[in-house]
């Protein structure tokens, strides 16, 4: 639990870390939580004084792989999610995945319901994308504009493209 200034107010929140996955062709990972599209995401343990740490163990928790060589490409700052019963700081950050790493994702284990790789830009209709996830693209957007856009021969993705493409385990 840490405490953090909101507008002259002091806020009680827990710590969070929230990952954007990158795979080798840019596409970022959506899981599927409470009926909507999200980042993967995992609290800050007590004995834990580095993210980054937290990042690797939870990378390692929300992918069931082992992430030898994690390569954090990017910050993309805090969100505070002011949920009831609890509040989350978040602290977002990007990681880039190996073609391997990607092979040995296992889902099912995971407990991951379902999941998307999607590129940032690809999204038309954020409507089943939770905002955690929008601020956090958003982000990514506006911090790389040249990276997040489509590739040729890609096309926007609509929501009722992106329900029928999230894979079930």
């Not at 929140?13 to 009926?35: H, R, S, T, Y």
């Amino acid at each position: 639990m840490i405490f953090w200034r909101k507008r002259k107010q002091r806020v009680r929140a827990d710590l969070v870390v929230g990952m954007m996955f990158f795979n080798p062709k840019g596409e970022v990972l959506l899981v599927q939580k409470n009926g909507k599209l999200t980042i993967p995401t995992g609290h800050v343990e007590k004995d834990e004084v580095d993210l980054q740490e937290t990042v690797i163990r939870e990378g390692r928790e929300e992918l069931k792989i082992d992430l030898k060589d994690v390569r954090i490409t990017g910050n993309f700052g805090t969100v505070l999610r002011e949920q009831v019963p609890e509040k989350k700081l978040i602290e977002i950050f990007s990681l880039r995945l190996t073609q391997e790493e990607v092979d040995q994702v296992d889902f099912e284990e995971a407990g991951q319901k379902g999941q998307l790789w999607v590129r940032p830009g690809q999204i038309k209709n954020l409507s089943l994308i939770d905002p955690l996830a929008q601020e956090a693209l958003e982000r990514y957007r506006r911090r790389y504009p040249g990276k997040s856009g489509k590739e040729k021969g890609d096309k926007n993705v609509s929501a009722r493209e992106i329900s029928g493409s999230i894979q079930s385990t």
